[in-house]
T-cell receptor, first 116, second 110 residues
Framework: GAVVSQHPSRVICKSGTSVKIECRSLDFQATTMFWYRQFPKQSLMLMATSNEGSKATYEQGVEKDKFLINHASLTLSTLTVTSAHPEDSSFYIC????????????FGEGSWLTVV | EDKVVQSPLSLVVHEGDTVTLNCSYE??????LLWYKQEKKAPTFLFMLTSSGIEKKSGRLSSILDKKELFSILNITATQTGDSAVYLC??????????FGTGTRLTIIP
């Protein structure tokens, strides 16, 4: 079964609004989680590393004020897309290393965001 | 800059064929190489390789890592239509962040 859960799996929002995506580790504590973005027929691009108890680390070119990350607990990280625009429409995926599996990185189910 | 390159970009074979997918990497501080299968949603884990020369096997899938030549292969024998997917190779270099290759899109024709 899944070890990392993401919610919602699909969301549609209007331009200018904000939308929050949740990522939960189900049977382990994750001090670190990763957020990726994937455009159709392209590979995953790392956006940021979410760190429990401290600020997220953003990859070059990713706007930290637009993509707010909060690692609220050892099992939950959230990604909030603020003031969404149609070009933010994408597939967002989170992942986390699972210590009991030798830190194998497991992915959530992903969230399709459509901004209209 | 750490880099992962996969080949071929796409591959079309008939059911029952054997395929080999390639992954090479350039790293400064290699830790592990992972293979994932991605169908319509998020990637599902296949293998994690850390040691050179030791084959990992799961059913019809197997993978091996060559740390000297900096590459890995993923083999699928007796392919089935359900094997059609994008296969992603990723490396962890120095931390738990994954650097992905572009993926190989595998299509199995019945």
């Amino acid at each position: 079964g899944a070890v990392v859960s993401q919610h919602p799996s699909r969301v549609i929002c209007k331009s200018g609004t904000s939308v929050k995506i949740e990522c939960r580790s189900l049977d382990f504590q994750a001090t670190t989680m990763f957020w990726y973005r994937q455009f159709p027929k392209q590979s995953l691009m790392l956006m940021a590393t979410s760190n429990e108890g401290s600020k997220a680390t953003y990859e070059q070119g990713v706007e930290k004020d637009k993509f707010l990350i909060n690692h609220a607990s050892l099992t939950l990280s959230t990604l909030t897309v603020t003031s969404a625009h149609p070009e933010d429409s994408s597939f967002y995926i989170c992942s986390a290393p699972r210590p009991s599996s030798g830190n194998t990185i497991y992915f959530g189910e992903g969230s399709w965001l459509t901004v209209v | 800059e750490d880099k992962v390159v996969q080949s071929p970009l796409s591959l079309v074979v008939h059911e029952g064929d054997t395929v080999t997918l390639n992954c090479s990497y350039e790293v400064t501080n290699f830790r592990s190489l992972l293979w994932y299968k991605q169908e319509k949603k998020a990637p599902t884990f296949l293998f994690m390789l850390t040691s050179s020369g030791i084959e990992k096997k799961s059913g019809r899938l197997s993978s091996i890592l060559d740390k000297k030549e900096l590459f890995s292969i993923l083999n699928i024998t007796a392919t089935q239509t359900g094997d059609s997917a994008v296969y992603l190779c990723a490396g962890t270099f120095g931390n738990e962040k994954l650097t992905f290759g572009t993926g190989t899109r595998l299509t199995i024709i019945p």
